[in-house]
């Protein structure tokens, strides 16, 4: 059975007292080993059993360093403001590549905008995050 590879881009990270958490809008599936792979850059992976992996996209630069020292990682999750479970995690710092075809992977994450909001969508999320770059 392949791992199911679930994109997460709504998350918290939380700090009190040198302790670092996350907190997940995840629940159901039973833990075996987690893990969470870091490299100290845009994404993350939290592998929770043999089938799910979630991958967390857009952490924040300016916690990077901190996430990636974290020893360990508390894991919560939530789901509509209700605590489910924690556990903690070590973080495995390891590389985690970006995929070969990630033209084709933003080509569909695009297509998907595009499906969903309309075709002037994408229009209006590059003038509005990237406005230098609408002025060309």
């Not at 994109?7 to 700090?15: A, D, R, S, T």
């Not at 919560?76 to 590549?97: A, K, W």
């Not at 002037?120 to 509005?128: A, V």
């Given at each position: ?20 958490g996350i907190e997940?809008?995840i629940k159901g ?60 995690v070590e973080v ?45």
């Amino acid at each position: 059975m392949a791992t199911e590879k679930i994109w997460v881009e709504h998350f918290n990270i939380l700090e009190y007292q040198k302790q670092m958490g996350i907190e997940l809008p995840i629940k159901g599936e039973p833990i075996r080993s987690a893990s969470f792979l870091y490299d100290g850059r845009n994404c993350a992976i939290l592998i929770k059993n043999k089938t799910k992996a979630y991958i967390l996209t857009n952490i924040a630069y300016d916690i990077r360093a901190k996430l990636l020292a974290a020893k360990p990682l508390i894991v919560i999750e939530m789901t509509d403001d209700e605590f489910y479970q924690g556990y903690p995690v070590e973080v495995t710092n390891i590389s985690i590549p970006y995929p070969d075809n990630l033209e084709s992977v933003i080509d569909e994450m695009l297509q998907k905008i595009a499906d969903k909001y309309g075709e002037g969508s994408i229009q209006q999320m590059i003038n509005k995050f990237w406005p230098n770059e609408a002025k060309k």
